[in-house]
C-alpha cells in the first residue's frame, strides 16, 4: 500500500496526505506553526482539495506539511518519550497504531473513536496531549525544522477507517468517571428507582453547557449501563439518555453512538445500589402506637 513516507517532496507528500483523508496545511519553512501568508487563519483552512494543496506548495515548496486528522480520529501527541514507554506497557494495543517519529523524539499515535467525540474538556493523560478529532494539528513528515531535525513514520499511516480502535481501558481513562446514584433517590433497586435513577441522570444531560456535550452524556450513559444489570430496560434507558442529549445541543447521530456506547462499556459493571433504608423505630410511646395503628388501618 503506498503511504506517505514514499514521498520526500512536500507536495506529493499533502496530495497522498488528503487521499487518505487528512486535510494538510503549509507550514512555514523549518517551522512547526502555520504559514501566515498562505492559511492566515491557520488549521481552520487546512484542506482536502488537491488544487489547493498545490496552489500552496507551488507558492512555497520548502513549506512543512501538517495534518488536521477528521473528528474519527484521535492523536496521542507524546512530547515525553518516557510517557509512550509508560503508556504502551499499559495498553499494549498501541503498539500496533501507526505512529510517527517526532523531531523532539516524541510519538504521534493514530487512533480511532468508537462513534465517540471527546470534549476540549478531556482531562489530559500525563505526558500526553490529545490531538486530532478535527480540532488540533500534528506536524507530519517529511517536515524538517530549521535545526535539521525531521518527522518519521514508523508504522504506516491508513485511512481513518482502517485506524485501530482506542483501547477501551484508555478511553475510560479519558473521561471523567461516573457519577454515584443521587442521593435523594432512594429505595434499592426496583423498577421505580430505576426509572427514577434514569430520570436524574437524564436530567444532569440536558443541562449539559456546551463545552461538555460529550464528555458527559458518555459519563451518564456508562453509570446508566450500571442499572442495566438490576433490570433497567435498555431501550428505556437509551431513547431518554438520548433525547436529553439532543435537548443539549448534541446532533441526534453523535447522541445515539455516545449512548450506544456508554451503555455497553456500563453494563459490564453493574452500579451498586444500596437497598431501601428500614424506617427507623418511633421513639416514643405515643409515636409507637400511631405508628401500629396506621400500619393496621
Not at 495498553?91 to 499515535?109: C, I, K, V, W
Not at 479519558?174 to 433497586?189: K, M, N
Not at 456508562?222 to 442529549?245: K, S
Request: proline letters at 14%.
Amino acid at each position: 500500500m503506498q503511504t506517505a513516507q514514499n514521498h520526500s517532496n512536500p507536495l506529493q507528500a499533502a496530495l497522498l496526505y488528503a487521499r487518505l483523508g487528512y486535510a494538510a496545511l503549509p507550514l512555514s519553512p523549518g517551522e512547526k506553526r502555520p504559514h501566515p501568508g498562505l492559511v492566515p487563519h491557520g488549521l481552520k483552512e487546512a484542506s482536502l482539495d488537491p488544487a489547493t494543496l498545490e496552489a500552496w506548495w507551488r507558492a512555497c515548496p520548502r513549506c512543512g506539511v501538517g495534518i488536521l486528522a477528521p473528528e474519527e480520529v484521535l492523536v496521542l501527541d507524546f512530547d515525553d518519550p518516557e510517557a509512550w514507554e509508560r503508556l504502551k506497557e499499559e495498553y499494549p494495543a498501541l503498539l500496533e497504531a501507526p505512529r510517527q517519529r517526532t523531531a523532539s523524539g516524541g510519538y504521534h499515535a493514530f487512533l480511532r473513536l468508537p462513534g465517540v467525540r471527546l470534549s476540549a474538556t478531556t482531562r489530559k493523560l500525563p505526558g500526553v496531549d490529545l490531538r486530532g478529532m478535527g480540532r488540533a494539528y500534528v506536524v507530519a513528515w517529511p517536515t524538517r525544522l530549521a535545526d535539521g531535525r525531521s518527522y518519521t513514520w514508523e508504522v504506516p499511516l491508513p485511512p481513518p477507517e482502517d485506524l485501530p480502535l482506542v483501547p477501551e481501558p484508555l478511553l475510560l481513562s479519558l473521561l471523567p468517571p461516573p457519577p454515584a446514584p443521587p442521593r435523594e433517590v432512594v429505595g434499592g433497586s426496583s423498577p421505580r428507582r430505576l426509572r427514577a435513577l434514569l430520570e436524574a441522570y437524564a436530567d444532569r444531560v440536558a443541562a449539559t453547557p456546551p463545552g461538555q456535550r460529550h464528555n458527559t452524556p458518555i459519563r451518564y450513559a456508562v453509570a446508566t449501563g450500571g442499572l442495566l444489570p438490576h433490570g433497567l430496560d435498555p431501550r428505556e434507558a437509551e431513547e431518554a439518555l438520548v433525547a436529553a442529549a439532543v435537548r443539549a445541543g448534541l446532533p441526534e447521530r453523535e447522541a445515539r453512538e455516545a449512548v450506544r456506547w456508554g451503555l455497553e462499556v456500563g453494563s459490564a459493571q453493574p452500579l451498586p445500589l444500596e437497598p431501601s433504608p428500614t424506617p427507623s423505630e418511633p421513639r416514643t410511646y405515643r409515636a409507637r402506637v400511631y405508628a401500629r395503628v396506621r400500619r393496621w388501618a
